[in-house]
């Protein structure tokens, strides 16, 4: 089986190149298509994936076509095309809906929000499919996701605050991290920025470890650290103080966000629906 990948920033290189270094698929079965040809040349040199003279050619030759555009550049995309009913199309849009894909392909819909921590095969992919997606085709994309980290399966309920959790947070805990380490270097100059991002690293990682391998709960690590009467116990009560406000303000405006986003999506979807009027 073929698949197609449009759109190669961010996400579409991820997926490249997670699923030929997972071996989920042979690189000449992945088809590539972006608007600025030299980095679908670049995947192919490096990966020996397959280029695609066009968007319609790769529609054409994949059975599974991943859309991994801007969530504004999605409705446009797949209007200039014409993609057969029989094709399973997965959207990994922030704010698009299978819905409003549904509003111009008449198949099978999934939407996937993918992480940039797969290209280390590891980390939660999300994963909602529409009714008419085949027992064969969600076993087909279930495989390949599974290959490049966990899956979670999610209601549209569920979706944009997991996508928060699993697709942002890479990116919100680098934001994270790297406070922590400018207040270490403002509290002790002669540490050095680097060595307090790479001492940051590290811990980070054997955290990231020693939760999952030793199956512990957070309240647990936290009780192995901190010495009753010492010293991370006041870090605690810090955190306690200033986080739960910050993650409430974080959670809503990254909440008004997707709605605006939502409300533009619609705005496509319903000029859409005046033109064929
Ligand atoms: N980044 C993440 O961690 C992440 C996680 C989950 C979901 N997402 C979703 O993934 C999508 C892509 O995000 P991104 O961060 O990868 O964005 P990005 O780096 O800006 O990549 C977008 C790509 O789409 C290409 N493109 C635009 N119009 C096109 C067209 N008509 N035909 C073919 N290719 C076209 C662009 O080509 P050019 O090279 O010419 O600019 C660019 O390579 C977004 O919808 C986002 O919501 C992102």
Do not use: W
């Not at 972006?34 to 990966?47: G, H, I, M, P, S």
């Not at 280390?120 to 997606?133: A, D, M, Q, R, Y």
């Not at 919100?172 to 991002?197: C, N, W």
């Amino acid at each position: 089986m073929r698949i197609g990948i449009i759109g190669l920033g961010s996400m579409g290189q991820m997926l490249v190149k997670s699923f030929c270094k997972s071996e989920a698929i042979q690189p000449e079965n992945v088809l590539v298509f972006n608007r600025t040809q030299a980095k679908a040349d670049k995947l192919q040199a490096e990966y020996g994936v397959t280029v695609a003279a066009t968007a319609q050619a790769l529609c054409e030759q994949a059975e599974l076509i991943f859309l991994c555009t801007k969530p504004l550049d999605v409705l446009p995309v797949l209007r200039g095309l014409s993609v057969a009913a029989d094709k399973h199309i997965v959207s990994v849009a922030a704010g698009v809906s299978i819905a409003d894909v549904e509003t111009v392909h008449a198949g099978p819909v999934s939407k996937v929000i993918p992480t940039v921590t797969s290209s280390e095969l590891h980390g939660v992919s999300l994963l909602t499919n529409s009714g008419k997606v085949s027992a064969e085709q969600r076993e087909h994309l279930l495989t390949l996701l599974s290959a490049i980290g966990t899956v979670q399966v999610v209601t549209d309920a569920e979706i944009e605050t997991a996508t928060i959790l699993s697709s942002s947070a890479p990116g919100l805990i680098a934001g994270i991290l790297d406070s922590f380490a400018q207040a270490a270097v403002r509290k002790t100059p002669e540490l050095g920025i680097e060595a307090a991002r790479s001492i940051l690293v590290e811990t980070m990682l054997g955290t990231a470890l020693l939760l999952k391998n030793e199956q512990l709960g957070f309240d647990q690590l936290i009780e192995r650290v901190a010495t009753k009467g010492g010293i991370t116990e006041e870090g605690l009560r810090v955190l306690d103080k200033t986080l739960p406000g910050g993650f409430d303000e974080l959670f809503a405006m990254t909440s008004s966000k997707h709605a605006a986003l939502k409300e533009l999506v619609q705005k496509q979807v319903g000029e859409h629906s005046d033109e064929k009027e």
